[in-house]
């Protein structure tokens, strides 16, 4: 396209004449495509993808991202939020030359194919897959906070759909925004008044203008098919001193008169005599789309094979806690940070290190953090949905992102959230305190209980969960430098160190942090404890208390469930019954996990899982573990019993 | 207290002389319990307690609500959304004699103890626990929604902290409020401007009178230290032809000179000679909490006990589809609930439905209900975790509240909001549509594969996966009169109906739906296939296809994965080898839980899960499950695998 010549980098004060020109030619082919997509896939929503492809027509010609730039780390960066306009993205992709549109509409929504139903990050192009609504400004934030970390002069850009602007996550996102100044994200809304269920005030009125102002966004109105206005209103944006978010009138439907303002197109494709009228207006034909049907028999196009991110950081050298120190796991993950992040401070060719805090920092120990680095350190409030979002997207952008929270705000309340993270290869790290019943007095709203099995749901998340102040340390300096998505989930209370039989610290000097091994605390020839996390002391007090009966239990300790050895774990157990203990659901923790691996290896050992049964107490740690069941006095009854 | 005679219901104009006196001194000694009772227990949040201590006393003297009718269902509600000030709303409380103060501050967040750290429904007076901050306003709008259909006049009440002003779920819940006109409904903010890490506007700013208005909130703001103006300002938000919300201004900390306006008082209870210094402030004496301290050690004080919700509904007579028809499980579940709704709208004595959706009625198949019974249609739009929130909040007081939505929306976004639903003891009805691969081509981010392993975590929920229209039917109405939280999940896709050998329905005339079940669906000698959901169709063509090779399979099926039978599982599987397969992900579906419970039986057979393994395409359903190797050859190929 030869109008990026003047509007690539918002340089033009205005599109020539001629430039508009070519974005109305190239707008109408990319209508073409759209309606193809769809019709083809017989999938889709080509209203939507045609009320957005003058956006993005013109935002594809000014952004700074090219098809030769789309894997640079400094380009400008487009979300997508309202995913299911991607034939309508994936369109204007194509105009520009990202990859060709006879691969993209004969494809689209093809099993196989990288043109998913709605956009993905292997489509060149796209920066983050979307699809749930509501997610993509908070991606924005993220984004935009890794370029101003890494001193990068890129954009970032957000185009979402209306429907979902009354989403809570929104809110939010706008509101970290303004507190952090980000002057480099501009968002632009698709404002056509129908969502799939019908006019948007129907479905859930909102006054869009004031919602965004009563965050402190500049609003700036425009119409949305209007390529001049367009790019004027993304160019003040752009260059606003401030926030500001362009709000595009369009029309749903748009080019295609019998689809306009048409909720029923939302979410269907034209068939029929629908679609040969609808290319005919748009000046296509039928023929294209027999081809279309042709060529989706044949050969499959690829996708983008994205570069893996690269971690470069002084991971300093590992802290030895000794058996008289009182410290908890929190502590020493927070130690830990706070030297790393000094370490590595502003420091050329070093990987800045972004660390996020929702309105907990004293709590998860991210406070030395913040005083060692303390631009560096966001402050996100009570708004974990945008933090979990935003800390995702920055961690693809050159950035190593932390976020501490407790367990049921890191993962229960944002479960959806790091899903999301997981199918877009984030490389975040999601830190939890105050997991199981290890919370203190708080009570049953903040006992997480659960996060070995919500992370269990995902493909490539890691879970670590140490069982003392030195393996917290080490799995800290690991998990930094570690690609792909890491929870590191600890409690709140102090833990003994634990040790060797010669009193000597297990974690300490010497051991070195490798996932997915088991280790062997004690050794024993009559049963089997496997432990996670502070469950390992406790299992260690329960097998003394087992050796004064003449019973030799193994201890085992195993901090990263998903990852477990399985051939290592079966021999480990041999003929042994087993005990798993954990400070977690019973029934879906590393017991679970344990229990499914002697099935699978079609092992009859007897097995008794202990940890969580319901909800517990409020009170403190001890009382509300001895409610439960979970005393080392228990867990040595309970191999007892199984030994009878 | 005496006032009550003269504000209860807000029939007073303004609060006599004598009143204030009496609330000035009633709330003087609520101060005290609030400081005895965190410094009794080490642990809580005082200063908050403080701050809202004098809103607390009004609301309960004025709102519909006394010892005496804390369980009507009539009764006006109160929500405390920020459940960390609970020192504060348990003291009020006790003010007005819904139990002893001296139980509550000696017993404070002791292990057992009804009066836990953060509000719970076994405190009399508490209408819905809290503790994760943002849910309090989306429960409110449930409760109101409730009144209105039940035709109450019962008004409800939100108290809410100032640091939960941001979360997005606050603003969701906002707008629902406005859309359905809820003048029964008002909020009440206190507003110290101090959160647990400082002063809002440190933290997280935000323009609060503002983001109420621009959602069409009516804004009153008050002293929210002063008896008569608390009082005159709710009577008028009560009063008011629309939303309103009363802004509070107040200090944290109030009363205690040395802890007003002090952030580190937020979480951090007083002790030795500050404690002292404070109970002389406000009059009270170290004895008190000498006293209380005793008797912290001696008789348990017991909590409420809330009578089960009761249902009267006609559930009109099953539907059986045929061979023939060609149905999917969502459209046999909206018109069962369509009929039984029409059966039931608005007739005295029965309990009304109410059914919420998240503008994708005519994909849920909520749309029979919407037209059949309008006025009990709740249209949510694009706002998940208010309308999880809500539909809980409802369900407990006195309507049956049913929320459908795809899958990924009604469990993993709002998984939290759900888990809240089960410590609240909800009787909510989530109905998950589009679950497993079979949401058609919308792809990984539709692709909800892990909703029995979310709702395993939870005590409470029942989670039924029909296999058929005919159970699908079956199972709704079951779930209508079901008291207790029930989870109904289907995919998307046409399914064939689930037939007898004889060729008739197995789900049709004569079976009756019961919670735990498990169905031979044809029996067998060599291997036996365990199938939930619609892999039950699927597991007999497997079955078939291993027949013409002369291997006999049994094939089971069970809708209700976390209710098994557990005996009659391991009787019915015997010593055969055993394929589970299931539309979710194959390490934390049925099949784990099978699994799990072979291994806890000591019972080594062989074993194989199938199910998802890695993120689905985009495309139609059966080449999605083709891909992930889930066609019925693959079950078949496996099974013989296993008996090699």
Redesign the interface.
């Given at each position: 396209m030869k109008v990026t010549e003047e509007i690539r980098g918002f340089k033009a004060a205005n599109i020539s004449s001629d430039g508009i020109a070519e974005l109305k030619e190239a707008a109408r082919k990319a209508r073409i495509w759209s309606i193809l997509a769809t019709s083809v896939?017989k999938?889709?929503h080509p209203a939507g993808a045609l009320s957005s492809t003058d956006i993005y027509m013109t935002l594809l010609g000014a952004a700074n991202v090219t098809p030769q730039t789309a894997n640079n780390i400094d380009r400008d960066r487009i979300v997508v939020s309202h995913?299911h306009t991607s034939a309508g993205f994936y369109s204007a992709l194509a105009a520009y030359g990202f990859f060709k549109p006879e691969d993209m509409y004969s494809n689209f929504?093809?099993?196989?194919?990288p043109?998913?139903?709605?956009v993905?990050r292997v489509v060149p192009g796209v920066d983050w897959?979307?699809?749930?609504?509501?997610q993509g400004l908070a991606a924005g934030v993220g984004f935009a906070l890794a370029a101003r970390a890494r001193g990068s002069k890129a954009r970032t850009w957000v185009v979402m759909g209306d429907?979902?602007q009354?989403?809570?996550?929104?809110?939010?996102a706008r509101?970290?925004a303004?507190?952090e100044e980000l002057t480099n994200l501009v968002a632009v809304v698709d404002w056509n008044d129908i969502?799939?269920?019908g006019h948007i005030n129907?479905?859930?009125?909102?006054?869009l203008p004031?919602?965004w102002?009563?965050?402190?966004w500049q609003v700036i109105e425009c119409d949305g098919h209007s390529f001049a206005k367009i790019y004027g209103a993304m160019k003040a944006a752009a260059e606003y001193n401030g926030c500001a978010v362009v709000l595009c009138r369009t029309v749903m439907g748009k080019g295609v008169s019998f689809m306009q303002n048409i909720p029923k197109y939302h979410?269907k494709p034209v068939s029929g005599d629908e679609l040969a009228a609808a290319l005919n207006e748009l000046g296509g034909t039928m023929e294209m789309f027999e081809k279309a049907v042709e060529a989706r028999r044949g050969a499959m196009p690829k996708g983008r094979e994205e570069a893996e991110e690269t971690v470069v950081l002084d991971l300093g050298t590992p802290r030895t806690y000794t058996k008289d120190d009182k410290k908890d796991n929190r502590g020493a993950f927070g130690t830990a940070l706070a030297e790393v992040g000094a370490l590595n401070y502003k420091k050329a060719d070093r990987t800045p290190i972004l660390v996020f805090?929702c309105?907990?920092?004293?709590?998860v120990k991210v406070d030395g953090f913040e005083k060692a680095c303390p631009d560096n350190f966001v402050?996100?409030?009570?708004?974990e949905?945008?933090a979990a979002t935003a800390a995702g997207a920055a961690s693809t952008a050159g950035v190593v992102t932390v976020w501490a929270d407790f367990g049921?705000?890191g993962a229960?309340?944002v479960?959806?959230q790091q899903?999301?993270n997981d199918?877009n290869h984030t490389n975040t790290k999601t830190v939890l305190t105050h997991v199981g019943l290890d919370v203190?007095?708080?009570?049953?709203?903040?006992q997480c209980?659960?996060y070995v099995?919500?992370f269990?749901?995902m493909?490539g998340w890691k879970v670590v969960v140490p069982a003392d102040p030195n393996q917290t340390d080490r799995a800290t300096r690991w998990m930094l430098a570690e690609v792909g998505n890491v929870c590191l989930a600890m409690g709140r209370g102090t833990l003994p160190v634990v040790l060797k039989e010669d009193g000597t610290p297990f974690y300490g000097d010497g051991y070195k942090f490798e996932y997915g091994a088991i280790d062997t605390l004690r050794d024993g020839k009559d049963a089997v404890i496997i432990s996670m996390g502070h469950f390992a002391g406790r299992a260690i007090v329960a097998r003394d208390l087992l050796a004064e009966q003449g019973v030799s239990a193994k201890v085992l300790h195993c901090a990263t469930p998903l990852g477990m050895d399985d051939k290592e774990l079966i021999k480990l157990i041999g003929d042994l019954p087993v005990v798993t203990c954990e400070d977690h659901?019973a029934?879906?923790g590393i017991g679970?996990i344990v229990?499914?691996e002697?099935?699978?290896a079609?092992?009859?050992?007897?097995?008794?899982?202990m940890g969580v049964?319901?909800?517990g107490?409020?009170?403190?740690n001890e009382?509300?573990l001895a409610?439960m069941g979970l005393t080392p006095q228990d867990i040595a009854d309970v191999v007892k019993g199984l030994l009878k």
């Open positions: 896939a999938s889709g995913g929504r093809r099993t196989g194919s043109f998913h139903g709605h993905e897959g979307t699809g749930n609504l509501g429907g979902e009354v989403k809570g996550q929104v809110a939010e509101r970290i303004v507190k969502q799939i269920s129907e479905v859930m009125p909102c006054n004031e919602l102002k009563a965050d402190g979410g805090d309105d907990l920092a004293g709590s402050e996100i409030g009570i708004q949905h945008s049921v705000f229960d309340e479960y959806n899903r999301l199918i203190g007095e708080d009570g049953m709203t903040h209980i659960d099995s919500l269990r749901n493909f659901n029934d879906t679970s229990a499914m002697l099935a699978r079609g092992k009859a050992v007897k097995i008794v899982n049964t319901h909800y107490l409020s009170g403190p009382e509300v409610e």
